[in-house]
């Protein structure tokens, strides 16, 4: 995408991520380490190597926070080709930041909650990115089936994966990493392959080809 709607997506990812941003550039890091490593010891979130999914994103969490402060060596060869914008990762990624969208996810609630016990979604609102990085890592590397043999343990968890809009297709995304289309066989639905056609289409973005 060019720079214009790079920025705009930028920024829409800071808000509706709010308290659980996550800066691009950390997390593209964190990620390709995850497909370099994928099950190794070097893997940043590999469910095979803890006893409960806590502790596997203590671990993950570590590593994303030194690489975001800068204080984890990174090899050359996870560097490049992801945006960048230094005032607002440096403001969304500080505790100040993240504290201040609590505070707002609170407010919110006093004025539009209608019972008491909505309250105790708040939780979820304050820690829906690690909440969905826990799904996404561990379900898709530890429960499903697998449609290719990737040496390492990758799943498919779901067919049609409604619940993680397609980032449940582990096993087809190690086997490739660079398709917009998380599905592979016919019988499987990646429910966001549709919404980057359409911004294809409307030249939003622009696919690769093959
Ligand atoms: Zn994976």
């Not at 402060?69 to 440096?90: C, E, H, R």
């Not at 969208?101 to 105790?120: H, I």
Request: some cysteine; charged content about 15%; glycine content about 6%.
């Amino acid at each position: 995408m060019n720079k214009f709607w790079e920025r705009f997506f930028h920024l829409m990812t800071y808000i509706t991520q709010g308290s659980s941003y996550l800066v691009p550039r950390a997390y593209a890091v964190l990620h390709r380490m995850h497909h370099t490593y994928s099950d190794t010891e070097e893997d940043p979130h590999s469910p095979n190597f803890f006893k409960d999914v806590f502790s596997m994103m203590w671990h993950t969490k570590k590593i994303y926070s030194g690489i975001s402060n800068q204080t984890l060596a990174v090899s050359q060869k996870f560097l490049g080709n992801y945006p960048q914008w230094n005032f607002l990762d440096g403001l969304a990624d500080s505790w100040g930041g993240r504290i201040a969208w609590g505070a707002f996810y609170v407010v919110f609630y006093y004025f539009f909650a209608t019972e008491w016990w909505m309250y105790c979604l708040l939780p979820i609102h304050f820690m829906m990115g690690p909440i969905h990085g826990a799904v996404v890592n561990w379900c898709g590397h530890k429960y499903g089936y697998q449609n290719y043999d990737n040496q390492d343990k990758s799943r498919n968890t779901l067919p049609f994966d409604f619940l993680m809009l397609g980032e449940l297709f582990q096993n087809n995304h190690h086997k490739h990493p660079n398709s917009p289309n998380f599905a592979a066989k016919w019988w499987e639905f990646d429910p966001i392959y549709p919404v980057l056609k359409l911004m294809h289409f409307t030249r939003i973005i622009q696919l690769r080809k093959g």
